[in-house]
Structure formats: C-alpha cells, structure tokens
Antibody, heavy 116, light 110 residues
Framework: EVQLVETGGGLVQPGRSLKLSCVAS????????MYWIRQAPGKGLEWVSS????????YYPDSVKGRFTISRDNAENTVYLQMNSLRSEDTATYYC?????????WGQGVMVTVSS | DIVLTQSPALAVSLGQRATISCRAS??????????MHWYQQKPGQQPKLLIY???NLASGIPARFSGSGSGTDFTLTINPVQADDIATYYC?????????FGAGTKLELK
C-alpha cells in the first residue's frame, strides 16, 4: 500500500524558515518524480514544486521560486521542502504527492501557518 | 500560464447523471495525449486521482466515473451519482509548466 506521510508543519513568523518532510513507503521511491502541492484555507490547489527521480532537476512556479527548495534522499525514501522567507500567503496545507504528469497518490497533508 | 475554468457548483439528485466541465485557455493535448486529469476532494481529506489523461480510470475508482474531451474542453461524468460522491472536483493540466488546477466544482445534492 502506498503511503506518504508529511511532517514539519506549524506556526511560523513571516520571514522565517520551515522544512517539511515526506516519508514514502509501498512503492519504489527512487523510480518516481515527487511533488509538493498546497491548498490555502478554503481555496483551490496550487502546484509548488517537482523533483525528478535522482534529484538532479527541480521545478517551481514563480510564486515560490528562489524561496523554496525541494530535495530528496532516495536511501531514506524521503522528499523535503525547505521554505525560506515565508509570507502570509504561504499559509496552506502542504501535500506531497507521487506521480508522472498527474498525481496518483497524495499524503494527508501538513498545515503551515505564517503569522506574527 | 494555462487557465482552467470550472463552474463553481453543480446540484444533482441521487441516481442521476452529473457532468462537470473544465475549459482550458489553450490546448492541453499533444498528439494522441490529452494531458487533463481529474481529482475528487472531500472535506478534511487529501485529493484523490479519479481520471488521468482525460479518459483513463485510476486504480480502484468505480466505473460510474468517466472522462472525455480533447483540446480545450473536457468533461468528468458521474453516472449514477451516489451519496458518497458529494465532494469538490478539480481538473489539472500537465501540458505546460506550471501545472495548473481549476478552481474546483462543488457537487451538491438537489
């Protein structure tokens, strides 16, 4: 059974940093691209980042480029999202997901609140 | 960015057909691949993949869900609607980066 478990969320002040982790199981982690997708309270879904199988290629939308960094450890079956210079508009539930050009499994999500 | 437009809500009766549409601001098809996907999200839960590449049923999804379309116009059909299908449905395109989602269609009971 595929499982994706996110941790690391919480309340953080604007301008500070936070690092999310997502531990994967139930599939060959090193064979899949991994993604982070977020959802602001009461709002829709926004893709945040992608990483290829060996971690050599990463992608971001303009809204987080230069502030967020995705990485992975294939030995630990874990994908990370380092979030720096956080803003109030980054407040959301953050999901990790696996897939190809679509997202076939999602974690349960972790809440990040950016507020003073 | 490719903008995906969905109606905000759709009211249906149990046992009837629900048709949810998604219109893209430009084509999301490449040769025979239609790079539009559909997700279901219930309150407090993570999204679940229903349909990938416009018409392919994801693993474990009941056959009452189906998808169609190409180019800029896509449809998710639920027939017949069951009580467990009350949720918000999102389309997503992977034709161009950034991947984008529609704003979601909330399926409600009539």
């Amino acid at each position: 059974e595929v499982q994706l478990v996110e941790t690391g969320g919480g309340l953080v002040q604007p301008g500070r940093s936070l690092k999310l982790s997502c531990v994967a199981s139930g599939f060959t982690f090193s064979s899949y691209w991994m993604y982070w997708i977020r959802q602001a309270p009461g709002k829709g879904l926004e893709w945040v980042s992608s990483i290829n199988t060996d971690g050599g290629s990463t992608y971001y939308p303009d809204s987080v480029k230069g502030r967020f960094t995705i990485s992975r450890d294939n030995a630990e079956n874990t994908v990370y999202l380092q979030m720096n210079s956080l803003r109030s508009e980054d407040t959301a539930t953050y999901y990790c997901a696996k897939g190809k050009d679509y997202f076939d499994y999602w974690g349960q999500g972790v809440m990040v609140t950016v507020s003073s | 960015d490719i903008v995906l437009t969905q109606s905000p809500a759709l009211a249906v009766s149990l046992g009837q057909r629900a048709t949810i549409s998604c219109r893209a601001s430009q084509s999301v098809s490449i040769s025979r691949y239609n790079l539009m996907h559909w997700y279901q999200q219930k309150p407090g839960q993570q999204p679940k993949l229903l349909i990938y590449r416009a018409s392919n049923l994801a693993s474990g999804i009941p056959a009452r869900f189906s998808g169609s379309g190409s180019g800029t116009d896509f449809t998710l059909t639920i027939n017949p609607v069951q009580a467990d299908d009350i949720a918000t449905y999102y389309c997503q395109q992977s034709r161009e980066s950034p991947n984008t989602f529609g704003a979601g269609t909330k399926l409600e009971l009539k």
